[in-house]
């Protein structure tokens, strides 16, 4: 029974203190920063209940087991507003770049590259914990040793979400030093990218933590263009929108198109699985396969977002829960293997118990990305003290050196 709570629980936060416009009315806020946060923090809840079904928690309530199929779902809306937020700096603020790498690249890297080693002292002390890639007993050298501590292995399989994020970001920046003015050109260069990438990739067929060799990274990588496209034409898109009958007519029918299309998915999913063939077998069986589920879980995640990025311009989506869980979301989802799969060790959660063991890990994980996020900004606010402190005595450094010479 308390399957169902938890499951009625995730839905109830996303709406919970929300407040929804009248007639003819809109939200002049939806696009905010405090909305998107509150959007990242459902999402990350989201993550968190998938990982714990796929992790072996077993659930009586069907809905609940839905969890297994739709964490690229989630995550799909992370990659949206990462893509949109870029995008949207760049239009309003002046030399953006400048603090792109300080701001946005090291605050992903930094958390990235500590709890990676962490979890591959983890993996080399036991194989209890994860059993993936290159650390395995029994299969690992000196070499994948080497590179995972340098990052270029993941010891977890769940980090394939920063990888993709940091070389999205990487090429973000470097098109736009090539082509500074032309925003519709940065958007296709990405997407010429993307399709570049996968034709690359597809013949690797290995599940092992290679960059981009791994089915997750692109059953939602469209969606950080798609945020561009949203952010660099949001303009004409709410112009267009903001007609009653216009709105409702497109809200409806993203609505029904994301929903379907998500249910397909879930569904073709769900029956690869139960005849044995797990997430990257069925994927990567032919190009022909591969594009077909790429296709349908490229539409079912845009329609979605979509259809959420309307809801909000009638629907104030916002609490203090979701705030908080936006804010910590990041870190939230890089400890959620190190915090709770130790309580399930060697599997001595007996059936029966999963319930009470999803609160204990949603309160351990919690906690642990509180802890480590005050970790990252210890190590943020050191890193720009140093630099505050190199520039102050600069100058000092050039006078003495001109009063030598004098």
Request: hydrophobic share 45%.
């Amino acid at each position: 029974m308390l399957w169902i709570y938890l499951f009625i629980l995730h839905i109830i936060i996303l709406f919970w203190n929300c407040k929804i416009k009248g007639v003819s009315s809109f939200n002049k806020d939806f696009n905010s920063q405090y909305v998107t946060k509150c959007l990242r923090g459902f999402c990350a809840l989201g993550v968190f209940i998938h990982q714990l079904v796929i992790g072996g928690v077993k659930a009586d309530f069907d809905i609940f087991e839905i969890y297994r199929y739709l964490g690229y779902t989630y995550v799909s809306f992370f990659l949206f507003f990462s893509g949109y937020g870029l995008m949207k700096s760049l239009l309003i603020k002046k030399n953006y770049l400048k603090s792109f790498f300080k701001k946005r690249f090291l605050s992903i890297v930094i958390p990235y590259y500590i709890i990676n080693i962490i979890s591959a002292i983890i993996l080399l002390s036991t194989n209890e914990f994860y059993g993936t890639g290159y650390l395995r007993k029994n299969k690992r050298t000196k070499k994948d040793i080497i590179l995972t501590f340098l990052g270029i292995y993941i010891a977890n399989g769940q980090y394939w979400f920063v990888i993709e994020l940091l070389i999205l970001y990487i090429l973000f920046y470097i098109s736009h030093k090539i082509f500074p003015k032309n925003k519709s050109l940065l958007i296709n260069i990405i997407l010429i990218f993307i399709i570049v990438l996968i034709g690359r990739s597809l013949p690797i067929h290995d599940k092992r933590e290679y960059w981009f060799s791994y089915v997750n990274y692109y059953e939602s990588i469209m969606a950080f263009p798609y945020g561009m496209i949203i952010s660099n034409y949001e303009n004409s898109i709410v112009k267009f929108v903001q007609n009653e009958k216009v709105y409702y007519f497109i809200l409806i029918i993203f609505g029904l198109l994301g929903f379907t299309l998500t249910g397909l998915e879930v569904k073709i999913e769900k029956n690869n699985i139960s005849k044995g063939l797990y997430e990257f077998h069925n994927y990567f069986t032919s190009y022909k396969t591969f594009f077909f589920r790429f296709s349908l879980q490229s539409l079912a995640v845009i329609t979605l977002i979509s259809f959420i990025f309307l809801l909000t311009m009638k629907v104030k989506i916002g609490n203090k829960l979701l705030e908080y869980y936006g804010d910590l979301s990041y870190e939230f989802y890089l400890v959620e293997k190190l915090s709770y799969r130790p309580l399930n060790y060697k599997h001595i959660i007996v059936k029966g118990y999963y319930e009470y063991y999803c609160i204990l890990a949603l309160i351990v994980t919690t906690k642990y990305a509180s802890l480590f996020q005050m970790l990252n900004h210890k190590i943020f606010n050191l890193i720009q003290y140093k630099k505050i402190n190199e520039i102050q005595t600069l100058p000092e450094n050039e006078e003495s050196t001109s009063s030598n010479k004098n």
